[in-house]
């Protein structure tokens, strides 16, 4: 395979059992071999072969020796560098024979010399985890959980696959990150980095390029837009050469969260004077220039961008493939434009996974998502008292964190995810715990090698207790899984949640086909019941605590709808966990509240299901996602009932510019006539807030949050619309006074049009006669860029869809409409 870079995907895999072949020499025929994509894993190379599936018989990947091998071919005259990006996880490799590399952590990558000519071949045995961690060693000063195999606190690899409630059960075995072949041409280095920092009113660009031996370079500049400036250039020991320096760019355009402005980047080049007087371009990426700190005084956890607080509303990402490890960079796009379209600003990537790829972090530079980046350490007592294991980390952070200063996205670097929670949850005396791998290990490396971002020991971390939610970072599941009313949101304080909101949350009616079409049905049977999530050792799973607000939202019991009715049963999940949501970020949102972010937990599905997700696992969003976008959007208005203060309406303008308009009040009663109306001007800075009073809008009192109950409840449906001065919607609101209970009816004249557009886009204008609770409506194979939203009496809304390449779902000529306080179904065909 010559050339100057090439994947090297041609790979092939076979198992053994652990220890029994000790080497390419004892390589036999008898091994049965099967094409290996590259990157990749054992269980994906199974996938494709049809051999596995994350639905069929359960295979404990970390029982086997697994054995990769490829060959391919050299430039002469020219050598070559192999480079691994990442090998899961005890790994050895052979070149042409010979031993030349042992790994005990998937997440470094390593680097091989390859002389020039020929055909070379490469051997790579990933051994069993399994016995690797029988070997005695010492145990931790806590148990965990999440994990059955506690002994994993020694080893350098993903928690993903090894949990037992976390389907799906494939722990990831070889190599997961690409292998590539490096030619020694000039156009091709061995490494190019940019970074970019703030001094003052000018932008500082750092370059570092390196070119193995042989080259003659004779001196070289680097570009960012129209600065110019020289770099250094010195030959290295090995014959190899390096440039480095910088440039400094006046005044530079910032980049900012996709909420709050443009996330400019600057694109970085590297010209290259060889000693025969060519000139050579050599691209080396693009930079953005922010500043993030973290405000933590009283308590509180506040990140600021360029000296501007910001809101961060987000949720925790998975792998979109927990089997493969890795996806296209299109698929990794609609996944991360998802997020951007839904309003939030902020990812975080947790440590029960893995370090994400290099697409990732390019797409979320270039797409404005704040990144909270979780080291890979999760719920154990690492042995950070052993020196070869730190040892380990030391070399995984210098390569992750010198990867990371490139990327203008990373805000946030944290030790990790509830290592401080677990002891204290076992009762340890926290006086007695020195936590030195968050506080001390791994905050030192990131202060040596990216100390412009905020660091954070552990999620979650400050407090009495780490999990205290009015201290610090905290994961909230107040709301959720401990079952407390919504009112517990503002109670609570929470002042910064990198985990909160989680819940069992319904797919699509579309994508449930696939358990319809094997004649299963969603509710209790055993694969449904499989892909809920649940706590270990628990006596209840998120199901139950879906249920448990569908009984004090709707006022209905789950379980007897359930057997009567099992679509309206789903239809009710859905509704109560988007009031959750919306309600409780929109609580947290207010200019009154102390909270300063909330992640969600989690953004994407690992399986097909009822899962955490707010997208299921093909991609669809679900009635939480779009929830979350209105609770999150950069411009809207947002209704909260302050009992005997009444109603108010907060204005949220997180824009750099100010937003004016006009806010309109309109209030209906139980048939959908309108009572009154009411409106005002308003204008809401740049970057800012303001609250009104939706009462005081009108004459007279109307007691509009239902809180002085002087009579039969008159308003039914208080409806909040907020215009730009051309009358636009900006946004809007549907407000409650009796609660989400509304009387089921048979129909509440919906009517709509559905128009097929040039692009391929599917216009459908929904209107209702009366007030449409939860509105929804199904396209096979295409997603609606809004869905689950209420309809005021007389209102009208347009939503489009676009045909979906990751979704599930047959094809089909018409829309499917319903609101959850109608029974009438109505099908529209498409124009």
Not at 280 to 304: K, M, W
Request: aromatic share 8%.
């Amino acid at each position: 395979m010559p050339g100057d870079l090439s994947a090297l995907s041609d790979w092939q895999v076979a198992s053994s059992s652990p220890g029994s072949i000790e080497g390419p020499a004892d390589l036999t025929a008898v091994l049965e071999w099967i094409p290996a994509p590259c990157p990749g894993t054992a269980a994906s190379a199974l996938r494709v072969a049809g051999r596995w599936s994350a639905d069929g018989p359960e295979v404990d990947f970390d029982a086997s020796d697994w054995w990769f091998r490829a060959s391919f071919d050299v430039h002469a005259g020219r050598p070559a560098v192999v480079r691994f990006g990442g090998i899961a996880t005890i790994a050895d490799v052979w070149l042409d024979g010979a031993h030349v590399l042992h790994s005990e952590n998937m997440f470094v990558a390593h680097e091989l010399a390859v002389a020039a000519g020929g055909t070379h071949d490469l051997v790579v045995v990933c051994r069993s985890l399994d016995t690797w961690l029988a070997e005695r060693r010492p145990r931790g000063s806590w148990k965990t959980r999440l994990v059955a195999q506690q002994q994993l606190r020694w080893a350098r690899t993903t928690l993903l696959g090894r949990m037992p409630t976390w389907p799906p059960r494939a722990a990831p075995v070889g190599l997961w990150r690409p292998v590539e072949i490096i030619g020694t041409a000039v156009a091709r280095p061995l490494e190019v980095r940019a970074e970019a920092r703030l001094a003052d009113d000018r932008g500082v660009v750092n370059v570092v390029g390196r070119w193995a031996a042989g080259h003659c370079i004779a001196g070289a500049v680097v570009r960012v837009g129209d600065v110019e400036s020289t770099l250094a250039v010195e030959n290295d020991a090995d014959g190899g050469c390096t440039v480095r320096g910088s440039a400094h760019v006046v005044d530079p355009a910032l980049w900012w969260p996709r909420t709050h402005g443009e996330p400019t980047l600057h694109v970085v080049e590297i010209e290259l004077v060889l000693t025969d007087g060519c000139r050579l371009a050599v691209a080396a990426g693009s930079v953005g220039f922010r500043t993030v700190i973290a405000d933590r005084t009283d308590d509180g956890f506040r990140i600021s961008v360029n000296d501007v607080p910001i809101f961060c509303r987000g949720a925790c990402w998975v792998p979109i493939d927990p089997v493969a490890l890795s996806v296209s960079t299109a698929e990794l796009e609609h996944a991360l434009r998802q997020v951007v379209d839904a309003g939030m600003n902020m990812v975080r990537v947790t440590g029960t996974m893995v370090y994400e790829q290099r697409e990732f972090h390019e797409l979320c530079d270039r797409l404005g998502l704040l990144v909270w980046q979780d080291l890979m350490f999760a719920n154990m007592d690492y042995p950070v008292e052993d020196e070869d294991f730190v040892a380990s980390i030391g070399v995984e952070l210098t390569q992750l964190l010198a990867q990371m200063r490139a990327h203008p996205s990373i805000a946030v670097i944290c030790g990790g995810s509830e290592v401080e929670q677990q002891s204290a949850m076992m009762g340890i005396d926290q006086a007695e715990v020195a936590h030195r791998l968050g506080r001390e290990v791994l905050a030192a490396a990131v202060a040596e090698h990216l100390p412009d971002v905020v660091y954070v020991s552990n999620s979650p971390s400050g407090g009495v207790f780490p999990f205290s939610v009015s201290s610090g970072v905290s994961h909230y599941y107040g709301v959720g899984a401990y079952r407390r009313p919504l009112e517990d949101a503002r109670r609570a304080d929470v002042r910064f949640t990198s985990e909160c909101l989680a819940f069992s949350n319904v797919p699509t009616r579309l994508s449930l086909d696939p358990f319809l079409d094997s004649g299963d049905r969603p509710g209790h049977s055993p694969r449904w019941k499989q892909a809920v999530p649940r706590d270990r050792s628990a006596g209840w799973d998120f199901e139950d605590v879906r249920d448990h607000y569908v009984a004090a939202l709707f006022g209905v019991n789950p379980i007897d709808v359930r057997w009567a009715d099992p679509e309206r049963y789903l239809d009710l999940g859905r509704a109560a966990v988007a009031v959750a949501i919306e309600s409780t970020l929109g609580e947290w949102r207010r200019p009154g509240s102390r909270c300063d972010g909330a992640l969600l937990f989690t953004l994407r599905d690992l399986v097909l299901g009822a899962g955490w997700g707010v997208i299921d696992v093909d991609g669809r969003p679900k009635s939480a996602y779009y929830a979350a976008a209105r609770a999150s959007a950069a411009q809207t208005v947002i209704a909260t009932d302050e009992g005997l203060n009444g109603l108010a309406a907060h204005l949220l303008n997180d824009r750099p510019t100010e937003m004016a308009g006009t806010l309109v009040a309109r209030l209906f009663d139980v048939s959908g006539n309108e009572i009154a109306a009411a409106s005002a001007d308003v204008s809401v800075a740049a970057h800012s807030a303001q609250t009104l009073s939706v009462d005081g809008l009108f004459t007279g009192f109307r007691d509009l949050s239902y809180a002085y109950r002087f009579g039969p409840l008159a308003v039914h449906v208080v409806a909040l619309q907020l215009l730009d001065p051309s009358g636009a919607t900006i946004a809007e609101s549907c407000f409650l006074p009796g609660g989400q209970g509304c009387p089921l009816v048979p129909d509440v004249g919906l009517a709509a049009t559905a128009d097929r557009n040039e692009d391929g886009t599917v216009d459908v204008r929904v209107s209702t006669a009366q007030f449409a609770q939860f509105v929804s409506l199904d396209l096979s194979g295409h997603d609606p860029d809004h869905d689950w939203f209420h309809l005021a009496p007389g209102a009208e809304r347009t939503v489009r869809f676009t045909a979906s390449p990751l979704a599930r779902g047959r094809s089909a000529s018409s829309v499917e409409i319903r609101a959850l306080n109608g029974r009438a179904v109505l099908s529209v065909p498409v124009a």
